[in-house]
């Protein structure tokens, strides 16, 4: 077995176990040592599989803790992520080939678990199989929690109710004088907030603290009364029914995910609305101009039609930039020409990387590697 492009696309064996642990990366060329990193990862979430079929036919957890060095709980916990390889039998298969993870494999159990009704999980089992690989574990975390969402609304609403008896501040030490400072807060409060303290930050003049000791620096002084005025804005999508009340369909937060139906009306109700036509792939249709530079409309249809969130294949950052696909005056300023990026990610789709769109709106890019990497926009 040798370690060209393909190896991404084989079932792990042990030969490629024996690669993996034989090879000298500091031998390897570019190319290389990212086909290394995959077989690597291949094999690493095998055996977290292996790993957790075992954990299925052990009783004592006692005499496993002991040899394994590993506390009960944990193990115990473990033992419970395992038990969904049964529940989950589309995802556990892909597990087994080691084109998901355990981290991914378990985002997915943390979402499920409370949902009673086995005909529901099968559907949120079925729907990410085909997804999940090619998904981080963000992605995988929000596809996951709408799908949730989607097949159990009244009981989602009712645990995001539940939920937020959970709030709560905590303080844990940290080497060097230093502190971590953790709030878990609902999520439309504490999105409202990071985009405010990034639009503290951002405001500010060029020095030399980087972003993150800018946000870290206008949150505490917004702690401290010196900034009171509100000057971001939230997007939240919310169907028409939803919105009067007829069903408890989430809403879908900008730069988040679903959110419940209750909240979702709570924040339509203080900001304009704009109805949204969808067109047959139910995804935001367009709205063309002739112009450059997008409108600030075309800009917030943009960022509900991606969600809120970089398109970039991977990225989970928030929009803060807008891009042609296919370059003007080739082709036109209109929503669906446009994609919400990250910063650093527009900058390098500018460098070397080709993205182009098909007509149902799923973008193709293509790495100077000429590897090829998928993104497709949300469905409402």
């Known amino acids: 077995m040798e370690l060209t492009r393909d190896i991404e696309n084989r079932e792990p064996t042990g030969a490629m176990f024996d690669l993996v642990v034989g090879v000298d990366p500091a031998s390897l060329t570019q190319e290389q040592l990212v086909n290394f990193v995959g077989a690597a990862r291949k094999v690493r979430a095998v055996c977290e599989w292996a790993e957790h079929e075992a954990l299925n036919h052990i009783d004592d957890l006692t005499e496993l803790a002991m040899a394994t060095k590993v506390s009960e709980p944990a193990l115990a916990r473990s033992q419970e992520v395992a038990a969904a390889l049964e529940t989950h039998p589309a995802l556990a298969a892909r597990f087994r080939r080691g084109e998901i993870d355990l981290a991914r494999f378990a985002a997915v159990w943390e979402r499920t678990r409370h949902l009673s009704d086995p005909a529901q999980v099968a559907e949120v089992d079925g729907a990410l199989a085909e997804e999940a690989g090619g998904m981080t574990r963000t992605q995988v975390c929000r596809k996951a929690t709408a799908l949730v969402a989607k ?28 502190a971590k400072l953790t709030w878990i807060l609902p999520a439309v409060e504490a999105h409202q907030l990071f985009q405010q303290i990034c639009a503290d930050a951002k405001s500010l003049p060029k020095d030399e603290r980087t972003t993150d000791q800018k946000r870290s620096d206008v949150l505490w002084d917004r702690l401290r009364g010196k900034h009171t005025n509100w000057n971001v804005r939230t997007f939240v999508t919310i169907s028409m029914e939803t919105l009067l009340g007829l069903t408890n369909d989430p809403g879908q937060l900008a730069g988040y995910g679903p959110i419940a139906a209750e909240a979702a009306r709570e924040l339509a109700m203080h900001g304009p609305f704009r109805g949204l036509l969808l067109d047959e792939y139910q995804q935001i249709s367009a709205i063309s101009t002739d112009t450059y530079r ?83 926009p949300l469905r409402h």
Do not use: F
């Not at 003007?328 to 993205?355: F, S």
């Open 294 to 376: 997008p409108t600030a409309l075309m800009k917030e249809t943009s960022v509900a039609r991606a969600g809120g969130t970089c398109t970039a294949p991977g990225c989970t950052l928030p929009i803060q930039e807008h891009d042609h696909i296919t370059p003007w005056p080739t082709g036109r300023t209109q929503a669906t020409n446009l994609q919400g990026l990250c910063t650093w990610h527009h900058h390098r789709k500018h460098d070397n990387y080709t993205v182009t769109q098909d007509s149902d709106g799923t973008t193709h890019w293509i790495t100077p590697a000429g590897r090829h990497h998928t993104t497709r």
């Open 151 to 178: 097949a159990d609304p009244d009981g989602y609403e009712q645990r995001c109710h539940k939920a937020k008896d959970d709030r709560q501040v905590g303080l844990s030490a940290l080497p060097d004088g230093m």
